[in-house]
């Protein structure tokens, strides 16, 4: 799913496009892709483009007339910026916003469609997509500190629960708990104020340096290679590769389509983390530590 670092360059890239340009059609690919009746989507329609805005991790167009696309990628949703009048395949596209001199596609890759737009008129209507978490890279460490306090869940879902920290999701959420040398089951009320601190200054450096990159790689052009999975990372889908500080096997918990990555010495003093199915089935044959590990596989 696109996190903050990727919406915020979408949004970055957009605004120059689309900001003062005029909407001459709004082409609706999958019906099911707009998810509200009023305002009507034919009304979109030469409307012109006064902003765009990143909601956590949706990406909100305002039209003149106080209208708002809202535009939420979900997991394998994506944005085509298309100068050359060439539509996406019909399989791939979701809508597509014309305007005089391009368009701009949404797509979703695989068979499960969960993108969404919903069109709302007001800015308070606008605004209910906001999610209540903190904003990353805006929030102070207290702020940072009473939102990672306020309910008792491990790392990994504190850091990508919407209602406590916007825009982060499975893939840097991993990154910054590496970063910070912090397990992703740990429990947020058991940190100190000193892993807080090392946690909130891992989160906001990790951000950072991500969007950086990400602009740097788009330049002047338009995102085109939108992934969770990018070689550069230290362990986010990097299960069995080396970890690039201590050169230890990057280790993996899964659960429903979800992965969370991490390493062992890093961050669980040498410890594995029980995976779900495959400690399950395994039982007291489940090698704990990377030393047992190392005597299985000798």
């Known amino acids: ?18 900001v003062g340009k005029t909407v001459v059609q709004l082409r609706l690919g999958n019906p099911f892709f ?22 956590g991790k949706r990406i909100a167009l ?55 737009l919903h069109i709302v ?11 209540a978490g903190i904003e990353p890279l805006a929030c102070t460490l207290d702020e940072f500190r009473d939102a990672m306090r306020r309910e008792n869940h491990t790392l990994k879902r504190s850091l ?16 910054i708990l590496h970063a910070a040398r912090l397990s992703p089951v740990t429990l947020s009320t058991k940190l100190d104020d ?17 969007t950086d990159r990400l602009r740097a790689e788009v330049g002047e052009g338009f995102p085109g290679k939108v992934t969770a999975f ?6 986010h889908g990097r299960f069995r590769l080396p970890c690039p500080v201590c050169q230890t096997a990057i280790e993996r918990i899964v659960y429903a389509d ?7 010495r890093c961050q669980t003093g040498g410890r594995r983390l029980a995976d779900r199915a495959l400690s399950r089935l395994l039982g007291d044959d489940w090698p704990r530590t990377l030393e047992e590990l190392e005597e299985r596989r000798s």
């Not at 809508?95 to 993108?115: C, N, Q, T, W, Y």
């Not at 990018?230 to 362990?235: I, N, Q, T």
């Not at 979800?258 to 062992?264: G, H, I, K, Q, W």
């Open 121 to 131: 008129d007001g800015l308070a209507a606008r605004e209910g997509f906001r999610p």
């Open 1 to 18: 799913m696109p996190e903050l670092p990727d919406i915020t360059v979408y949004v970055e890239c957009l605004r120059p496009r689309v």
């Open 34 to 55: 707009l998810r509200t009746v009023t305002p009507p989507w034919t009304g979109v329609a030469g409307r012109t483009v006064t902003g765009v805005e990143r909601l």
């Open 230 to 235: 990018r070689p550069e990372m230290a362990v």
């Open 194 to 210: 000193a892993e807080l601190a090392r946690l909130w200054e891992a989160m906001r450096a990790t951000l950072t340096a991500w």
């Open 62 to 116: 305002a039209l003149d007339g106080d209208l708002h696309l809202v535009v939420h990628l979900m997991k394998l949703g994506r944005l085509v910026w298309d100068e050359k009048g060439k539509p996406p395949g019909a399989k791939l596209l979701h809508a597509s916003l014309r305007f005089d001199h391009a368009a701009l596609h949404v797509i979703e890759i695989g068979p499960k469609k969960r993108a969404s």
């Open 258 to 264: 979800r992965e969370t990555n991490y390493c062992p």
């Open 160 to 175: 990508t629960d919407q209602r406590l920290v916007s825009g982060i999701g499975n893939a840097y959420s991993d990154e």
